[in-house]
């Protein structure tokens, strides 16, 4: 599996690009990603369908310093298993 943003990571150059990339391929309809700060929901992110098929993309707004979660949620091609996480990213002053 591989982010944008990696966990923890610390991003001083403003990115609007989110993704996360699974071992097999994912439902991207029935796909979520969604940024949070401090338990608040700041962004629902819109997962772009026309892309590989076990990555989950999306774009977002420039994000102001501070602490964030980039929460997912996938279920599987052909819907017998969800997964869940969260990726903890800072973003700070350029």
Do not use: C
């Not at 690009?17 to 979520?32: G, L, M, N």
């Not at 602490?67 to 903890?88: C, F, N, Q, S």
């Amino acid at each position: 599996m591989d982010s944008q943003p990696k966990g923890q990571a610390v991003i001083g150059e403003p990115s609007s690009e989110f993704y996360v990339r699974f071992d097999r391929p994912i439902d991207h309809i029935q796909s979520r990603l969604a940024i949070y700060r401090d338990g608040q929901l700041v962004e629902r992110l819109q997962p772009r369908l026309q892309t590989e098929p076990n990555v989950l993309f999306a774009r977002a707004p420039t994000l102001p310093p501070g602490a964030y979660t980039m929460h997912w949620v996938v279920r599987t091609l052909d819907g017998a298993k969800v997964e869940e996480g969260g990726i903890p990213f800072t973003v700070k002053q350029p």
